[in-house]
């Protein structure tokens, strides 16, 4: 399958988050691995200036710009600009795309026009609409079919979904459950917003950078997240200089912990439940996400573990609490288990075991996890009595990791759900 975006500035140029849409484009397409692209254009100068830039987060993709005169994009100057291709994906550069929209088209064998029934208004305003829905501008679309000509791209495209020659591919209809989210995200497009619009455009891509299931603290941090990444995102700053930052803030509590300056290591910790969450907002927002990215989920678990490992190390040292170790071992091996039943759930839904229904979100609410924990271990240093906050944190998550077993348990063999989250 060839690939041709089709760009003009200044639409494919308008920045939203830090981005430029025909860039945040470019970036999706690598994710997508996509290698090469086509780029048609009546203002191939203005696309190439602007692409001459060094980016990482698209170094893998090559490009050609091929010019076309200005007006409607008619069919037969797409046949000459891309040459014989059995399957073409043809895509607006001046959209954001998101990339389960990209993926699906990407991995398409046969013909189909992306529409959509219930567009996210008013951005799809400017949009051509067909009796099935509002055209999108991307499609799959058989060489042939294209070389045919017949009058404008869109005009074409029209006629074909309007008269059943080209199957409509609906976004409404496509699975709304993002895993790596933890929650329900309808697929993502905006059609290139005018100024006025521009800032609603940019808090959508923003509020679909935010994970759902969030426990307590978590609810306070999101906001403060997007916050900062809001301003962030309009800088050179990457997710892998974030991720570090927090590393260096998440060790030096360890530190503090294990010294018994328990009051110093808790608000670091505090702030690592914030700086923990900007690495991975950044990378969506910006569409810089890599395979080492996944990475910084186990320098999490990492520094989790030197936590419970320095305050047991310091409990018992200190005298406050003999059987640190005890409770330590009994947090280890209660999260083992939660872990687990996790991953069963995973492997037979495809989604996390927050997100059966409605009870086991509340249950994600106030689980034991990390932030949770540090939450505890902050009261128990405000009443004074910290060594019994590290026994409130295992038995906590002890209590957790029964409840999910039980939840697990329900949901694979006594009562089995369907993908809706329904009982079958």
């Known amino acids: 399958m060839k690939v041709v975006v089709l760009a003009d500035a200044p639409a494919a140029l308008i920045e939203l988050c830090g981005v430029s849409l025909l860039e945040r484009l470019l970036r999706t397409l690598q994710r997508a691995a996509v290698r090469e692209v086509v780029i048609l254009s009546s203002t191939p100068e203005t696309l190439e200036k602007e692409l001459a830039k060094p980016s990482p ?6 490009f050609t710009i091929c010019g076309w005169k200005t007006g409607p994009l008619r069919n037969e100057e797409i046949s000459a600009a891309v040459g014989g291709s059995d399957l073409l994906l043809i895509l607006p550069g001046d959209t954001v795309w998101d990339d389960r929209l990209v993926r699906l088209l990407v991995s398409r064998h046969e013909p189909a026009v992306l529409i959509d029934s219930a567009p996210p208004q008013p951005f799809a305003a400017r949009m051509p609409r067909t009796t099935q829905g509002w055209l999108t501008g991307a499609a799959v679309l058989h060489h042939d079919w294209i070389s045919a000509g017949g009058g404008s791209f869109y005009e074409v495209m029209c006629r074909g979904v309007d008269e059943g020659r080209l199957t409509p591919l609906d976004i ?28 609603q455009a940019e808090r959508l891509i923003l509020d ?3 994970k759902g299931s969030l426990d307590l603290p978590a609810w306070v941090h999101g906001p403060i997240e997007t916050f900062l990444v809001s301003h962030l995102c309009r800088t050179s700053i990457t997710p892998k200089q974030l991720t570090a930052l927090c590393n260096v803030a998440a060790w030096a ?5 294990a010294t018994g300056q328990l009051a110093w290591g808790t608000a670091l910790a505090l702030a690592v439940g914030v700086l923990d969450g900007l690495d991975g907002k950044q990378a969506r927002v910006k569409v810089e996400t890599s395979e080492a990215g996944k990475l910084e989920h186990w320098l999490d678990t990492f520094y989790e573990l030197a936590w419970a490992f320095a305050l047991a190390y310091h409990f018992h040292a200190s005298g406050q609490l003999p059987g640190a170790y005890y409770y330590l071992l009994l947090l280890l091996a209660s999260e083992g288990v939660d872990g687990l039943a996790k991953v069963s759930i995973i492997r037979r839904y495809g989604r996390l075991i927050d997100e059966l229904g409605p009870l086991d979100r509340i ?13 505890i271990l902050a009261a128990g240093l405000l009443l004074g009595a910290p060594a019994k906050a590290f026994v409130v944190m295992a038995c906590w998550e ?15 063999w ?11």
């Open 172 to 199: 409404a209809a496509q699975p709304s459950y993002s895993l790596a989210l933890r929650r329900e995200l309808r697929p993502l497009w905006i059609p290139a917003p005018d100024r006025a619009q521009r800032k």
């Open 414 to 424: 006594i009562r089995p759900l369907d993908f809706s989250g329904r009982p079958a």
């Open 398 to 412: 002890a209590i957790s990791a029964g409840v999910h077993v039980f939840r697990a348990v329900w949901a694979l």
């Open 253 to 257: 509590a360890a530190i503090l912990f």
């Open 208 to 210: 679909a950078a935010q």
């Open 363 to 375: 249950i994600r609410f106030v689980a034991g996890r990390r932030n949770i924990y540090i939450w």
């Open 57 to 62: 987060p698209r170094s893998e993709i090559a």
